[in-house]
C-alpha cells in the first residue's frame, strides 16, 4: 500500500507540473538559428499565422513564435492581463539572453513591440510592426481616457452573457472586416471564438487602455509600420498613423495596398518578401 502511495505521489508531481506550465502569460516555439526574432500576433490570434514566414526565415533566424495565454488553446491567466503579458515578454528575453532582437509584431502584437523598443536597457534592435497603433483606443472613443475603460462596464457584461450563437455571430461580424478572403475569415471567427471568453472581454478593455504614444518617445531604434490600405483607403490611413505616431523619432511608413487588417493573410507573398527585405537592411 505505501508502494502505492509513492508511485501516485511521483505521478502527481508532473502532472502538476505541467499544468503550471500552461497557466502562464506567453507560450513560446523556437526554430532555427542566427540572429533572434520574436514574433508576437494580434489579439485572439495564435503563433501558428507567422507560420509561413517562420518557414523561410528560420534557415537564418532564431525565430521565437509567441500565443499569449487564453487563446487557442493556452489556458487563462489571472487579471490584469495584457500587464503580464509584456512583462513576461520583457522577462523572457532576458531570461533567454537575447541580445540584438527584432521583434515583429500584429496589431496588439506591434504594439507590444513598440512597449518593448520603449524599455530602458532594451534588448530589441529593430521593430517591424504590422497594422498597429499605439493607442487604439484613442481611435475608438473621441474623448479618450483610459482610466474610464474598467471591466464592470455594460458592454463588457453583455458579450460575458451572450450565448455561443450571439456570439458566433459578433465574431462573423469583426472577422468580416478583418481580411478580404472568405476562407481567412472563417479562420479569424475560429480564433475568437476559440479564446478564453473573459480573456477575450476584459484583455480586449487591457488592449483599449494600452496607451503607447508618450513612451514613442523613447523609442531609438529603427522601427518600421506596415499599414493595411483598407477599408478606409490610403490617405485616412496615412493620416491616422501620423497623428498617432506623432511621437515617434524616426520610422518608415509602408502601405500594403489592396489588404486589410491580416495582411499576413491578404498578400503573403508581398508581406514575406517585403519581411524579408527590411531584415537583410537591418
Request: hydrophobic fraction near 45%; charge should be negative.
Amino acid at each position: 500500500m505505501k508502494k502505492a502511495i509513492v508511485c501516485l505521489a511521483f505521478l502527481w508531481i508532473p502532472i502538476f507540473a505541467l499544468a503550471g506550465e500552461n497557466n502562464k502569460p506567453i507560450h513560446v516555439e523556437v526554430s532555427g538559428s542566427g540572429q533572434p526574432i520574436i514574433f508576437i500576433p494580434g489579439f485572439t490570434v495564435p503563433g501558428e499565422v507567422w507560420k509561413p514566414l517562420v518557414k523561410r526565415l528560420e534557415k537564418n533566424y532564431e525565430c521565437h513564435v509567441m500565443t499569449l495565454a487564453g487563446f487557442s488553446t493556452k489556458a487563462p491567466i489571472e487579471f490584469p492581463w495584457l500587464p503580464k503579458i509584456n512583462h513576461a515578454i520583457e522577462g523572457y528575453i532576458q531570461a533567454e539572453n537575447l541580445e540584438d532582437v527584432i521583434v515583429v509584431g500584429h496589431s496588439l502584437g506591434g504594439t507590444i513591440a513598440t512597449w518593448l523598443a520603449s524599455r530602458k536597457e532594451s534588448k530589441v534592435s529593430q521593430a517591424i510592426v504590422v497594422d498597429a497603433l499605439p493607442a487604439t483606443g484613442a481611435l475608438m472613443f473621441p474623448n479618450y481616457d483610459p482610466d474610464n475603460l474598467i471591466y464592470d462596464s455594460p458592454y463588457n457584461k453583455r458579450q460575458l452573457q451572450m450565448d455561443a450563437e450571439q456570439f458566433s455571430m459578433m465574431a462573423a461580424g469583426m472577422a468580416a472586416n478583418m481580411s478580404l478572403q472568405k476562407e481567412h475569415q472563417e479562420q479569424i471567427k475560429q480564433w475568437i471564438l476559440e479564446a478564453d471568453r473573459e480573456t477575450y472581454v476584459y484583455g480586449y478593455t487591457d488592449y483599449l487602455k494600452f496607451d503607447m504614444r508618450e513612451d514613442l518617445k523613447h523609442i531609438l531604434i529603427p522601427v518600421t509600420i506596415i499599414a493595411a490600405t483598407l477599408p478606409y483607403g490610403k490617405e485616412m490611413a496615412g493620416q491616422t498613423y501620423k497623428t498617432q505616431y506623432a511621437n515617434l523619432k524616426n520610422y518608415d511608413l509602408i502601405f500594403a495596398e489592396g489588404a486589410a487588417h491580416f495582411i499576413m493573410l491578404d498578400k503573403p507573398d508581398w508581406f514575406t518578401s517585403k519581411i524579408e527585405t527590411l531584415l537583410s537592411k537591418g
